[in-house]
């Protein structure tokens, strides 16, 4: 049997800052999937731990929420 993976995948986002507590809403509804990090609010600089094995999972409710949350990945993110 393979090892799991051992550490979480960061991934940084801009999001509208009015809908910042949306995503963070979203993210724990899928509890231990990920964790979301306001870095700065008045941009909507987020990051999001994504937990080992989940990544698709998480880049699915993304694209899902893309519009909604006006969401731009970084670049090299």
């Avoid at 009015?18 to 600089?45: D, Q």
């Amino acid at each position: 049997m393979e090892d799991a993976p051992r550490h979480s995948t960061l991934l940084r986002l801009l999001v509208a800052p009015a809908r910042i507590h949306f995503l963070c809403s979203v993210m724990e509804a899928y509890e231990g999937l990920a964790v979301v990090t306001t870095l700065e609010p008045r941009c909507g600089l987020v990051e999001i731990g994504i937990a080992p094995g989940c990544e698709s999972m998480v880049r699915r409710i993304l694209e899902t929420e893309r519009r909604e949350l006006e969401l731009r990945e970084m670049a090299g993110a």
